[in-house]
């Protein structure tokens, strides 16, 4: 096997109307750290997961005489769950579901495994606690918001409540702007306050206007923005496109989130944009036509594609174009202007490998990246990621 070669990613047969989770599966290919979260759920679970697994292997463009990913069985594995894809649906749809059919995997393992690890002394005693607990598995696409009520009246606030999400969903902006900018809608998350009236001060004890602020309370690995580009007309009720352009960032820190207080500003963390899915009018379908642009890097060593190389993000890659199973050389630049960006997936990356989010550095090529990890080498790489996205 020659030293270096060319490799191309593939892109996924189109089987029906499956467009929509074509986008999704490519932008999920491009991020490790979901990558690394499959295999997790799939060496600890294997069903669903272990199916999406090997889609996503497929899609690295190194299968010898294979020009595209045939999707079947991934399709079969999402039936048996009660989703078809082979019919008009919103990528953000499709991508919930997957997400939520691996967080299920991982659910019922989890308590299978305290049903198995019970103290009998303790359940004797009515206590029954676990001799083996152990944080629960988060994927890496889960962050945190803090949602804060405060009293106009007498400032008193209960304090943070915390809401789980999956991706950060924007309305588009007003109709007098002819452009999207994507830091403004993250800023939408921090620096907005919302007056609600009607909710019971127990300081003031009686109902008082409040201020409803939120803030990002705990980043995700992997970072999606979802730009809601269909509203329905009110006058019609017919639905409504709204395709102005939106306005890329390559790279965002995470200050522009978080306000400066976290973790990812201490250890050097930054977001770069992974792959954006794309969903535009197309003649003949209902729903309309989604495709991804994506990144791959260029590092090839021994015949395999490295996803990171030595544990950093040296963003020696090229852009892609990806229509179903048609894929082509393209460019992305920052600060251009892309028509129909629908969702943006970006992923979290150290220059230093102290706090990184990246792969953990490891001699040579990554096992788990290539697929030869054991389950010990997954489960401790795993153990360790977790360990520095919180810290």
């Known amino acids: 096997m020659s030293a270096s070669k060319k490799i191309i990613p593939l892109g996924v047969r189109n089987i029906g109307d499956s467009c929509h989770m074509n986008a999704i599966l490519t932008s999920l290919a491009t991020s490790e750290s979901f990558r690394l979260y499959v295999r997790v759920v799939a060496v600890t679970c294997g069903g669903f997961a272990a199916v999406l697994n090997t889609v996503l292997r497929k899609m690295d463009g190194d299968q010898i005489g294979k020009s595209m990913v045939e999707p079947y069985d991934l399709a079969s594995a999402l039936r048996l769950a009660g989703y078809r894809v082979d019919c008009p649906r919103d990528a953000d ?127 995700p690995q992997m970072l999606c923005v979802h730009l809601k580009r269909l509203t329905w007309s009110a006058q019609t009720g017919a639905p409504v496109r ?25 250890n050097g963390v930054e977001y770069r944009l992974r792959s954006v899915v794309l969903h535009s009018e197309h003649a003949g379908s209902s729903g309309g036509h989604y495709t991804c642009l994506r990144y791959a890097r260029r590092h090839i060593e021994k015949g395999f594609v490295s996803l990171v190389k030595d544990g950093v993000d040296n963003e020696s890659g090229v852009w892609y174009c990806v229509n179903d199973d048609t894929v082509t050389q393209s460019g992305l630049l920052e600060g251009e202007r892309v028509k129909s960006a629908y969702m943006l997936f970006y992923e979290a990356v150290s220059n230093t490998n102290y706090g990184s989010l990246a792969l953990e550095k490891q001699s040579g090529l990554d096992p788990i990246v290539l697929g030869l990890a054991t389950k010990e080498q997954i489960m401790k790489t795993w153990a360790m990621r977790n360990r520095l996205g919180n810290g």
Request: hydrophobic share 30%; with cysteine; charged share 25%.
């Open 93 to 219: 749809e499709t991508y919930d579901k997957i997400l939520s059919l691996l967080t299920d995997q991982m659910k019922t393992a989890e308590a299978s495994r305290r049903t198995q690890s019970l103290d009998l002394r303790s359940l004797r005693n009515g206590h029954g606690t676990s001799l083996n607990s152990r944080r629960s598995q988060v994927s890496p696409s889960t962050g945190y918001l803090g949602r804060r009520l405060t009293c106009v009246v007498c400032s008193y606030s209960e304090g943070l409540k915390l809401e789980t999400f999956n991706r950060l969903s924007f309305a588009m902006p007003p109709k007098e702007l002819d452009e999207i900018q994507l830091t403004k809608c993250l800023h939408e998350v921090t620096g907005k306050e919302e007056l609600v009236d009607g909710i019971y001060c127990w300081m003031c004890e009686s109902s008082t206007p409040h201020f409803l602020s939120y803030s990002i309370a705990r980043l």
């Open 242 to 266: 709204d395709d102005r352009p939106a306005v890329i960032d390559l790279r965002i820190a995470p200050s522009q989130l978080t306000k400066g207080h976290g973790a990812a500003e201490r």
